[in-house]
């Protein structure tokens, strides 16, 4: 697998672009801003989008989704507690357009010869999720290098996000992590220096 990260939008929210190698399919992971960056990386690398998954219904994380909808066609991948039906805009949540996918805990979204698993991880908000795919982690605003996603808007929880950390921590093995905002960590380095998700573990008293 093949993963590309671009720092997109004014909050420099990472957007993954993870492809198959062998059949060059590829998925836009958090596609938050910048729509022209995202779709020359696909075009000039010709390779051929299959789904939008989204981590998160907050607006940072999906800024260029109209724009990428509308040259690719491709289906949008949301928990449903993400989205909004109220028909009035909300920053922190996916207004529902009609035509989204829903995922949660267990399902499995294929790409070429990649899977793609989704882990229920709320607490930055109600429908977060992680996706799992080989070694990869990509944790949204649940976990970032040595630190988490807040907690304190509309959906969050601090002990709900704790719960969700301790469930990564648990994971077998060791994974890279690629997380919403800023750099790349590994899930052993996060075991041993997040003083977050040591606590979440009971490393930390």
Same mark, same amino acid.
């Given at each position: ?21 062998? @059949? ?8 938050? &801003? !910048?729509? @022209? ?20 219904? #907050?607006?940072?994380? #999906? ?9 690719? +066609? ?6 449903? !507690?993400?989205? !909004?039906?109220? +028909? ?7 207004? *529902?357009? +009609?035509?989204? =996918? ?7 979204? *294929? ?9 229920? @991880?709320?607490? #930055? ?15 949204? *605003?649940?976990?970032?290098? &040595?630190?988490?996603?807040?907690? *304190?808007?509309? &959906? ?7 719960? =969700? ?14 997380? &919403? ?20 573990? +009971?490393?930390?008293?």
């Amino acid at each position: 697998m093949l993963i590309k990260t671009l720092p997109v939008g004014m909050l420099e929210t990472n957007c993954y672009i993870a492809t198959d190698e062998d @059949t060059k399919k590829c998925v836009i992971i958090d596609p938050g &801003g !910048d729509s @022209t960056v995202i779709l020359d990386y696909v075009e000039s690398n010709k390779l051929t989008p299959v789904a939008v998954l989204l981590t998160h219904g #907050h607006y940072d994380h #999906h800024q260029a989704l109209d724009a990428i909808i509308e040259e690719t +066609g491709v289906p949008v991948y949301i928990h449903e !507690d993400e989205v !909004d039906r109220s +028909g009035q805009p909300k920053l922190h949540m996916l207004s *529902d357009t +009609g035509n989204l =996918s829903f995922y949660a805990e267990g399902a499995e979204i *294929d790409v070429g010869n990649l899977s793609f698993k989704v882990i229920e @991880t709320p607490g #930055h908000s109600l429908g977060s999720v992680t996706l799992i795919c080989e070694d990869a982690l990509f944790t949204g *605003d649940t976990l970032f290098r &040595g630190s988490i996603g807040r907690t *304190d808007l509309e &959906g969050g929880s601090e002990d709900v996000i704790m719960k =969700s950390l301790k469930r990564l921590a648990e994971l077998e093995g060791d994974y890279e992590v690629y997380p &919403g905002h800023a750099e790349s960590s590994t899930l052993s380095y996060e075991r041993s220096f997040n003083g977050y998700m040591r606590y979440a573990t +009971g490393d930390l008293e």
